[in-house]
């Protein structure tokens, strides 16, 4: 990815009213989704430059680097625009293999069931509570 570009390429971008839009993380190798968050033109700027994965947090109101808290930092390989240039993916390399919060790979771990139940299919690889230690970063709403 060049990041020696013109910032020309920002201006193809549908933001929403509040200045966002809904970007998708996914595992460059596996193509398995491990998050959904937003950015605003600066956290996709700065991502593009940084070559990591740079959100807007929408619950502190701030830029947010992923893994700044944690350690699991997501290395950036490719941006990708939908056809309506209001949605991104962000191809990523997850460090350490978790991206979700609670300790789990991808914050995609429930599947409902036919019964109307949501089952939890996949393993916590690291508690939160190692992962962050009493901060109340436990249930960031992102």
């Known amino acids: 990815m060049d990041t020696e570009i013109s910032m020309n390429w920002l ?9 966002l839009v809904p970007v998708i993380a996914q595992d460059f190798q596996s193509g398995m989704v491990l998050m959904q968050a937003f950015a ?4 996709l700027e700065l991502a593009v430059r940084e070559k990591r994965g740079i959100y807007w947090s929408r619950s502190k109101q701030k830029l947010w680097r992923k893994g700044e808290e944690s350690g699991h930092v997501q290395v950036l390989h490719d ?10 993916i ?13 300790g789990r ?26 992962i962050y ?3 109340p970063r436990h249930a960031p709403k992102d």
């Open 11 to 19: 201006d193809d971008v549908r933001f929403d009213a509040n200045g």
């Open 79 to 88: 941006v990708l625009l939908d056809c309506d240039g209001d949605s991104l």
């Open 105 to 130: 790979a991808s914050c995609y771990y429930r599947r409902l069931l036919p019964s109307g139940n949501w089952e939890e299919h996949s393993n916590v690889l690291k508690a939160p509570d190692v």
């Open 133 to 135: 230690g009493n901060s």
């Open 90 to 102: 962000y191809s990523v390399e997850q460090l350490g293999g978790i991206a979700c919060h609670t």
């Open 40 to 43: 605003n033109r600066d956290a």
